[in-house]
């Protein structure tokens, strides 16, 4: 495995546990902001395995995710989903200043980028097999 893509990994794993921990903490906003990002690490680490390793901004990253896994159901299309959700409820729990993010808003999301992590994991043990 590339060393950018296991350093991706290790990102997502370290944001995960922090996710956790800050929801334990009852900190849900930023909770669901790390949670968020576990699915942001992922979802470059899957492209830049393949060769597509230039982004410049989350939206391309969400994008490229989408074009190359989503649609050619690589993946389940529930995960672009997770990810298009998370961008936004970060944002939300980044920048609002008009509404919070609850605990069990984070939960689900961390649930989603737990699963995900580890679908991605799978994925790349298996796509080197072949």
């Given amino acids: 495995m590339d060393e950018i893509v296991e350093r991706l990994l290790k990102l997502a794993q370290d944001s995960l546990r922090g996710a956790r ?7 849900p906003s930023v909770a669901a902001s790390r949670a ?8 470059q680490a899957l492209p830049w395995e393949r060769g597509f390793t230039s982004f410049s901004k989350h939206k391309a990253v969400i994008s490229k995710f989408g074009e190359e896994f ?9 995960y672009h989903r997770h990810l298009i959700d ?6 939300v729990a980044n920048y609002g200043v008009t509404e919070d993010i609850d605990r069990k808003k984070a939960s689900e999301m961390i649930r989603h980028a737990s699963k ?3 679908e991605a994991k799978a994925f790349l043990r298996s796509d080197k097999s072949e």
Avoid: H, S, W
């Fill in 70 to 78: 989503a649609k050619t159901r690589l993946f389940d299309p529930i």
């Fill in 21 to 27: 921990v800050l929801l334990k903490e009852n900190l």
């Fill in 36 to 43: 968020y990002y576990v699915m942001f690490y992922v979802a």
């Fill in 86 to 91: 998370g961008f936004e409820t970060r944002m």
């Fill in 116 to 118: 995900f992590l580890r």
